[in-house]
């Protein structure tokens, strides 16, 4: 049995600029509602053994898409999972959603929560989370963006935020359609 020092996330990480401006409003929000701040990625798969995380990476490195995929943000959304409290729903490019569901596969689950950025763990609503939510929602949603990389993570959902660790990145290759 595998212990949540044994398993591991592959991410979907922004490209920097938009990394950048999302890690900003995520350490305010972190600061307000008293919460873990961290590293803005997309979830692709998660609490996977080493060798299947792997493999999901090799996948993902070889995905066939072209620049025309991109990401694309939804208004923000209040979850009741500690790890979707305030997020923003994204809308995944269709390989890259294929991987997705692949992943969860692998874990014999269906994901029970949409692909998404998370911008505040634990977060409960409150007066002072109001206003930053509303920039978020202004600077983000409708906002497409080119797919960033993806990041093979030490991480689960019960090892603490603060041992989450990328162990390495690959950049997301982009063919253009002839």
Known sequence: MNTSADLFSLW?????DVSKRLRQHINRLSELADSPSFEPHI????????????E???????????QEDTLRFDRIAWGQRYFQSIYLPV???????????????KRDLQPDFPPHISVAYGAKKSPELGAPIAEIEDEFSGLQTAIGSFALVA?????????WKILRTTSARIHNPD
């Open 12 to 16: 979907l990480l922004l490209p920097h």
């Open 43 to 54: 979830t692709i798969a998660s609490d996977l053994t080493w060798e299947d995380c792997l």
């Open 56 to 66: 999901i990476e090799h996948k993902a490195s070889i995905l066939n898409c072209t």
């Open 91 to 105: 809308r995944l490019p269709a390989p890259i959603a294929a991987l997705r569901e692949e992943a969860f596969a």
């Open 155 to 163: 991480s689960s959902e019960n090892r603490p935020i603060s041992q």
